[in-house]
T-cell receptor, first 111, second 115 residues
Framework: GEDVEQSLFLSVREGDSSVINCTYT??????LYWYKQEPGAGLQLLTY???NMDMKQDQRLTVLLNKKDKHLSLRIADTQTGDSAIYFC???????????WGAGTKLIIKP | EADIYQTPRYLVIGTGKKITLECSQT?????MYWYQQDPGMELHLIHY???????EKGDLSSESTVSRIRTEHFPLTLESARPSHTSQYLC??????????????FGSGTRLTVV
């Protein structure tokens, strides 16, 4: 069945790079997404990548996609305290309009 | 700025009361969704709609009901609230995926506490 897996926690020092990983199972997924959720708030789309791309960069964010291994990663350069949040990975299977969500990775920033 | 609005933002209510959580979007999206999320935990889809007069139950069984009489409005109702309904409820909407690459747009959520 369809499944998206993420580690539950990641702890990094302020100023270091954070790399959040995600694996998915549906090879037909056309789009893959990263969402950010700050405490007590809804989810905010951070970035997405089309399945025919290997990499997408947007300022401090770099998304890497390995379709062969069904592995998606989000790298945040120069991690700041404002990056502290839960990051959700999601895939968009071709068969319907629903996103399949990972459980979220809580990013903890150490001073 | 969010174009999808949820009210109330916070709600504390007694057991047995009937409540309606409101969700409205101004983007003309056909597809709308309700998720239940305990703090810091994963999302559970409880209802969705692909358009007016279309509603479906999601993956997580829920005692709530929804309606979709207008495109922009997708309210969720609990006929008799119980402490087990205490959670955060997130509403989202999306365009036809053929046209949009942007996944879902989420509201800010309603934090419900049933005492």
């Amino acid at each position: 069945g369809e499944d998206v897996e993420q580690s539950l926690f990641l702890s990094v020092r302020e100023g270091d790079s954070s790399v959040i990983n995600c694996t998915y199972t549906d090879s037909s997924s056309t789009y893959l997404y990263w969402y950010k959720q700050e405490p007590g708030a809804g989810l905010q789309l951070l970035t997405y990548i089309f399945s025919n791309m290997d990499m997408k960069q947007d300022q401090r964010l770099t998304v890497l996609l390995n379709k062969k291994d069904k592995h998606l990663s989000l790298r945040i350069a120069d991690t700041q305290t404002g990056d502290s949040a839960i990051y959700f990975c999601a895939e968009s299977p071709d068969s319907n309009y629903q996103l399949i969500w990972g459980a979220g990775t809580k990013l903890i920033i150490k001073p | 700025e969010a174009d999808i609005y949820q009210t109330p933002r916070y709600l504390v209510i007694g057991t047995g009361k009937k409540i309606t959580l409101e969700c409205s979007q101004t983007m003309g999206h056909d597809k709308m969704y309700w998720y239940q999320q305990d703090p810091g935990m994963e999302l559970h889809l409880i209802h969705y709609s692909y358009g007016v007069n279309s509603t479906e139950k999601g993956d997580l069984s829920s005692e709530s009901t929804v309606s979709r009489i207008r495109t922009e409005h997708f309210p969720l109702t609990l006929e008799s609230a119980r402490p087990s309904h205490t959670s955060q409820y997130l509403c989202a909407s999306s365009e036809d995926r053929q046209l949009a690459n942007y996944g879902y747009t989420f509201g800010s959520g309603t934090r419900l506490t049933v005492v």
